[in-house]
């Protein structure tokens, strides 16, 4: 898995008002990584992009890599996204941890709908379980 972090965990928070453009800015991370990924000849197969959703960022940021997902889908590379029970998620309702799981849920079903390859998620089966309905619903609209 290659993921975008700003810095190391202890400081990576204050690292939030380093972009100039968050698309663009993790867009040239990777760009720089795969350069040396393919200088090294490592199959494409072998890697994940994660955009790093929390990791560096703050709500406008996250929310605007979320909902530019699809820009991130770069040579070939799958790509990875953990959104499950991340505090941006309280940010915009004031939950804790505990409580996260209809955010988590919510960000879950829109990847899916963008293609996003692997969803890393704490609440396994509830996940799952949104996923079958939705899947259920989108076979019964097409029938």
Same mark, same amino acid.
């Given at each position: 898995?290659?993921?975008?972090?700003? $810095? !190391?965990?202890?400081?990576?928070?204050?690292?939030?008002?380093?972009?100039? &453009?968050?698309? &663009?800015?993790?867009?040239?991370?990777?760009?720089?990584?795969?350069?040396?990924?393919?200088?090294?000849?490592?199959?494409?197969?072998k890697? #994940? =992009?994660?955009? %790093?959703? +929390?990791?560096?960022?703050?709500?406008?940021? &996250?929310?605007?890599?979320?909902?530019?997902?699809?820009?991130?889908?770069?040579?070939?590379? +799958?790509?990875?996204? %953990?959104?499950? /029970?991340? !505090? #941006?998620? !309280?940010?915009?309702?004031?939950?804790? *941890?505990? &409580? /996260?799981?209809g +955010?988590? =849920? $919510?960000?879950?079903?829109?990847?899916? /709908?963008?293609? *996003?390859?692997?969803? /890393?998620?704490?609440? *396994?089966?509830? !996940?799952?379980? $949104?996923?079958? *309905?939705?899947?259920?619903?989108?076979?019964?609209?097409?029938?």
């Amino acid at each position: 898995i290659l993921m975008h972090c700003p $810095a !190391s965990p202890k400081i990576m928070q204050k690292k939030i008002n380093i972009y100039k &453009n968050i698309i &663009n800015d993790i867009k040239k991370f990777f760009e720089k990584k795969i350069r040396i990924i393919d200088k090294y000849k490592i199959s494409h197969k072998k890697i #994940w =992009l994660d955009p %790093g959703i +929390g990791f560096g960022k703050n709500l406008k940021q &996250n929310l605007q890599i979320i909902s530019n997902i699809e820009k991130f889908k770069l040579n070939n590379f +799958g790509l990875l996204i %953990g959104l499950s /029970r991340k !505090s #941006w998620i !309280s940010k915009i309702n004031k939950s804790d *941890v505990k &409580n /996260r799981i209809g +955010g988590s =849920l $919510a960000g879950l079903i829109y990847l899916l /709908r963008k293609n *996003v390859d692997i969803l /890393r998620v704490h609440d *396994v089966f509830e !996940s799952n379980q $949104a996923i079958q *309905v939705y899947n259920k619903i989108l076979c019964s609209k097409l029938k």
